[in-house]
């Protein structure tokens, strides 16, 4: 299964039409969207919103990104009722002190919280779902703190042990090594979950080959898209004094109709406008 980010409805709906099994519900995407860090500066009803929003949206199933659940066990037990009632089909709640810091900058701050601790939020997070087909996915950053893979896989079967539906494993090395040797390693049951942001050259086939990861994200690739596409046609629009050359060569006006769900509306005014 391979899940695209989004941070919004058009985006979601971009990664579904172009057959991304899941959306990832990123809170980088959404932090980089309101131009701040990924470090809990916005609310956790703004990602809500924005579950909702794209939940509402697309068909696909929705992984939310809950970063360390917005507090302790007992947060999580009131969030997570309400990441349902949004629409998302699973969280991902990773084993970091509350506010986090984005896990991919160099030197960012890497706390993790005691393993009880998190195990306790596990529990919360299944014990206070409603459908027993929403995940409950536990990720570990132990690898991405520094702490080795003994403490990475201490962690993971700790993790298991409370509930997780399965293990996200991050790592920011640019080698997929890390990675390879912490799947090899795995003893648990549950299936795990990968973001081979940092270590690209890793494809879908290599990690179907491993046998034990049952999800990949792409964490950043909407974002990334959509600034690499805005910085180059706003850079080419001064260059050109005026929007006649990157006319031609961008999305119609006709297309975006199309994504707002112009055919939707039409047949609603069909049907109702008398
Ligand atoms: C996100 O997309 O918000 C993630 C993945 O959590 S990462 O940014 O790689 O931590
Ligand atoms: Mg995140």
Redesign the pocket.
């Known amino acids: 299964m391979h899940a695209m ?1 989004a941070h919004n409805p058009l985006s979601a709906r971009l990664a579904a039409e172009a057959g991304f099994d899941a959306i ?1 519900g ?4 959404l932090s980089a969207s309101h131009a701040v860090p ?1 470090a809990n500066i916005l609310s956790p009803s703004q990602h809500l919103e924005m579950m909702r929003a794209i939940a509402a949206t697309v068909d696909a199933p929705v992984i939310a ?1 809950i970063d360390t659940g917005f507090g302790n066990a007992i947060n999580v037990s009131y969030m997570v009722p309400q990441y349902e009632a949004a629409g998302a089909s699973a969280v991902v709640m990773e084993d970091k002190t509350f506010p986090k810091d ?3 900058r160099a030197a960012g701050r890497q706390e993790l919280v005691r393993i009880e601790e998190f195990q306790g939020k596990i529990e919360a997070a299944c014990g206070a779902r409603r459908d027993v087909d929403f995940c409950v996915i536990a990720r570990t950053e132990a690898l991405i703190a520094g702490a080795g893979e003994q403490e990475a896989l201490t962690r993971a079967l700790a993790y298991e042990a409370a509930g997780a539906d399965a293990i996200l494993i ?1 790592s920011k090395q640019s080698s997929p090594d890390e990675i390879l040797s912490f799947v090899a390693a795995w003893p648990g049951r549950v299936p795990l979950v990968l ?1 081979p ?1 940092a270590y690209p050259q890793l494809r879908e086939a290599d990690i179907q080959a491993l046998g034990k990861v049952g999800l990949v ?1 792409y ?2 690739h909407a974002i990334r898209a959509a600034v690499g596409a805005m910085r180059d046609v706003f850079a080419r629009i001064r260059r050109d004094g005026g929007i006649h050359e990157v006319d031609a060569g961008l999305p119609t006006v006709k297309e975006i109709i199309a994504l707002q769900g112009d055919a939707h509306m039409r047949e609603l005014e069909r049907r109702y406008l008398k």
């Not at 990123?26 to 995407?29: A, D, N, R, T």
Request: hydrophobic share 30%.
């Open positions: 980010s990832w990123s809170g980088f995407e990924d990104d984005t896990s991919l991050h973001v942001t994200i964490g950043n």
